[in-house]
């Protein structure tokens, strides 16, 4: 499509003009062709808008097109295909809107000005017909990525919140994007639109290539309707059409991209909505909303921080903090080792600090902590308090607290290898309380062997809280292989399938960077049992599941009918007290890294293929 002839049959055509080698004359002639494309009948105008959208996604800071009148040309083609079907039929002109559309969007994504100028150039109300679904979802796609790049700027933004019907548009494509996509697309291979086919393969054919084309724009369709909403909810008058609570509870679940990472995802928008005091009232009051908070906020993703400002703001608000308090406590607690994340520095020196605050204040009436909740702050405190009288400890009462925490820890071993699961446990109970607050390495032994013992008693949210505080004590943080393997299988218990998802593949990613010969995966291949997981996990989180069972489809992918459950794979969880056995005498870290990964191996390719999948 983007070829041109060496010897071109149309004078003056557009790619003609681009050789012209007097820039005078170069640019009068590229704005009398932008003037006249509009009216123009003839075939082959898809050609040139074609290659606007190469140069566009190539240099969108390039304003040479910008001043030649590229927005006026690009909305008048927009409208000219929403009111003119026989010419929109002809040859393959059915292109020329997305590509249209999409060319505005480049063009406004990096540059407040040149948004200024598409807006002086009127291509909101094109767009905004697209976003309506005037055509199809393709062209709805690249409508609400420009309309959010447009509303970004703090210039422009009016200029799309007067559509009253913007934000509503896209709260509705939010919600139903991938039931969309699936309906019109994936679920109908026999009826697909030729046109979508070619924009989603680019030339690279074949049903496959389709279908997996169509879950990423079904997600980035998503994503960018997600990414205009949270332009208006960073204004207070627009909250009150946000949060309604059929689209709240959905955000939780709106994971974001499959390779547009910079997406807000549904948590970002929530972060947004509760940096307001008018958005943290709908979002307590929302069932459901807060337990996926702190599961998002135990993860070891690049959202974890996003959740935590959520419960943290929610707990600072004397209005909402009563409600979410018993629930956000249990999960902060867990967190409250954690040092730096992100841009976040001594966070968990202010997760302790809000839940000291919301505890002090329980004698109001608006402040109820349960009794339970109280004691885990208590606990944390205690914590806290004890490792400063540690820091004046001598030296050598150090050490002996050390040695004493090893000898128990060695004696929970002891009983773990000979099955007495409950026992090993309350040793490693006993050698946490006895572990200098300090020796953050052997407490990180201490919470994984102890997570271990919760699986094995079929105790999944002990194993959650248990690997979470080891992931929090690692160093760096959240990258603990074993913690995080642990906390996947623990997940699969409760049916967390993305939490287990993520933390199963972060698992692999950790042991191909390892430098532990144990854990490191040779021949560059990962474990079978990590696979199988991932696998089961994958097939569970499919984009278009929901849909497809609303729709009584079936998801057919080969091995989709693979089960794992942690009943079945019991013989295959690695214990940290297998490896002390053998390696008695070791630094207890070594000990517990040292388990034995020697299953078969699948090729480190398919976890590759995850990451893309699954970004």
């Not at 030339?203 to 205009?228: D, I, P, T, Y």
């Not at 709106?254 to 909505?273: C, D, F, H, Q, Y």
């Not at 990964?597 to 999948?613: E, Q, V, W």
Request: proline share 5%; with cysteine; hydrophobic share 40%.
């Amino acid at each position: 499509m983007d070829k041109i002839p060496p010897d071109c049959p149309y004078p003056g055509c557009f790619f003609c003009v681009m050789k012209e080698g007097n820039p005078s004359k170069r640019r009068t002639s590229i704005l009398k062709f932008f003037r006249e494309l509009p009216s123009q009948d003839d075939d082959g105008q898809v050609l040139p808008i074609s290659g606007l959208w190469n140069t566009a996604m190539a240099h969108p800071n390039d304003p040479e097109f910008i001043n030649l009148g590229i927005f006026e040309c690009m909305a008048a083609l927009i409208w000219k295909g929403l009111k003119n079907r026989r010419w929109l039929s002809h040859d393959q002109n059915i292109y020329i809107p997305y590509y249209a559309a999409h060319i505005i969007g480049s063009y406004t994504m990096n540059m407040e000005e040149f948004a200024e100028r598409a807006i002086h150039a009127g291509v909101i109300p094109p767009l905004v017909e697209l976003l309506r679904g005037r055509l199809t979802w393709v062209e709805q796609r690249v409508a609400v990525r420009a309309l959010g790049h447009l509303a970004t700027y703090s210039s422009t933004f009016p200029a799309v919140a007067s559509h009253g019907e913007v934000l509503e548009l896209a709260i509705q494509l939010a919600s139903s994007s991938l039931e969309i996509v699936y309906s019109h697309f994936y679920q109908s291979v026999d009826r697909r639109i030729s046109y979508h086919c070619d924009l989603l393969t680019r030339g690279m054919g074949g049903v496959e290539m389709e279908s997996r084309k169509a879950e990423e724009w079904a997600s980035q369709l998503q994503c960018w309707s997600l990414q205009l909403i949270n332009c208006f909810a960073f204004k207070p008058e627009f909250l009150f059409d946000i949060c309604k609570p059929e689209f709240l509870v959905k955000l939780p679940g709106m994971w974001g991209g499959l390779v547009n990472e910079n997406s807000p995802a549904g948590i970002g928008l929530l972060r947004t909505i509760c940096q307001h005091k008018l958005g943290r009232g709908p979002v307590a009051n929302c069932p459901g909303i807060i337990e996926a908070l702190c599961n998002i906020a135990r993860s070891s993703d690049d959202w974890q921080y996003m959740a935590i400002d959520c419960l943290l703001w929610l707990l600072q608000d004397q209005s909402t903090s009563n409600k979410v308090i018993d629930k956000a406590a249990p999960a902060l607690t867990d967190l409250a080792e954690i040092s730096t994340l992100g841009d976040h520095k001594r966070l968990g020196d202010t997760i302790v600090s809000v839940l000291q605050e919301r505890c002090q204040a329980q004698g109001t009436t608006r402040n109820y902590v349960s009794s339970h909740t109280k004691e885990q702050i208590d606990e944390l405190l205690g914590s806290r308090q004890r490792l400063k009288w540690e820091k004046s400890m001598p030296k050598e009462d150090i050490q002996i607290k050390q040695a004493a925490a090893l000898v128990v820890k060695l004696e929970g071993n002891s009983l773990f290898s000979s099955g007495d699961i409950s026992g090993a446990a309350s040793k490693y109970s006993e050698a946490l309380a006895l572990c200098p607050m300090k020796s953050k390495k052997e407490r990180v032994v201490l919470y994984s062997n102890r997570a271990q013992c919760h699986l094995l008693l079929q105790q999944p949210l002990a194993a959650i809280s248990d690997a979470t505080r080891a992931l929090c004590l690692h160093n760096p943080p959240n990258r603990h292989a074993k913690s995080l393997w642990r906390r996947a299988q623990a997940y699969d218990m409760l049916g967390l399938v993305k939490e287990s998802l993520l933390d199963a593949i972060l698992f692999i990613n950790e042991c191909s960077q390892s430098t532990d010969p144990d854990l490191s995966l040779r021949h560059n291949k990962v474990p079978d049992y990590a696979e199988r997981l991932v696998k089961k996990q994958m097939h569970a989180a499919w984009l278009f599941r929901e849909a497809a069972v609303k729709h009584g489809g079936i998801h057919t992918e080969e091995g989709a009918g693979d089960t794992y459950g942690p009943e079945a794979d019991d013989s295959e969880w690695e214990t940290a007290s297998e490896s002390d056995i053998e390696n008695d005498g070791r630094d207890a870290d070594d000990d517990e890294e040292n388990d034995n990964i020697r299953k078969d191996m699948y090729d480190k390719s398919t976890t590759k293929g995850i990451k893309l999948i699954f970004s």
